[in-house]
């Protein structure tokens, strides 16, 4: 039996799938389903791999289209909004500052669309390049950079806006602090 590294080597992937999954998802339980039948149909479709291609992209590409279908069928979407909005209720606001500042940061970060938030997370928190991030959308690379730049605007406006606390500037990784 021989030692070779498998180019299939889809464990190593599961880390970057379940935060991307999150992303999209915005809930726990839902982005671990998600995985889970991303990982499935990966498997499933493993002959389509071939040796050279980039198993990262390829993966966030099967996860991409599976929350695609299953927001069109409507069945993500009203678990989602009910479990944002029974979270969003009852929450205290934490003592701490920088979680406070998180806590903005996120709800402004999940406020974006769907589409804004899954390219600025490939980009901004995975790392891809443009080319590969557009690759795992699906898109063409000017509709991958036109949704970025979407998305920083907006997040430059939820900052503007600010919630009445000390001015704090949020650094949109890519983008510029000064407003243009």
């Known amino acids: 039996m021989t030692?070779?590294?498998?180019?299939?080597?889809v464990l190593a992937q599961i880390g970057p799938l379940r935060r991307y999954a999150r992303s999209l998802a915005r809930s726990e339980a839902d982005a671990e389903d998600l995985v889970q039948d991303a990982l499935l149909r990966?498997?499933?479709?493993?002959?389509?791999?071939?040796?050279?291609?980039?198993?990262?992209?390829?993966?966030?590409?099967?996860?991409?289209?599976?929350?695609?279908?299953?927001?069109?069928?409507g069945k993500?979407?009203?678990?989602?909004?009910?479990?944002?909005?029974?979270m969003a209720e009852p929450a205290a606001a934490p003592a701490q500052d920088h979680a406070v500042r998180l806590s903005q940061i996120r709800e402004a970060f999940l406020a974006l669309s769907d589409e804004q938030r899954a390219a600025l997370h490939l980009v901004a928190i995975e790392g891809l390049s443009y080319q590969e991030a557009a690759d795992s959308l699906g898109v063409p690379l000017g509709t991958l950079m036109s949704r970025l730049g979407r998305a920083r605007a907006a997040l430059r406006m939820m900052e503007e806006q600010g919630s009445g606390t000390a001015p704090v500037r949020l650094r949109i990784v890519g983008g510029s602090d000064e407003p243009a």
């Open 42 to 73: 990966a498997y499933e479709k493993r002959g389509t791999f071939h040796a050279g291609q980039n198993l990262k992209v390829w993966l966030m590409s099967i996860l991409h289209n599976l929350f695609v279908s299953q927001w069109r069928r």
């Open 3 to 9: 030692n070779r590294a498998a180019p299939f080597d």
């Open 76 to 86: 993500v979407e009203a678990s989602r909004l009910a479990h944002v909005q029974a």
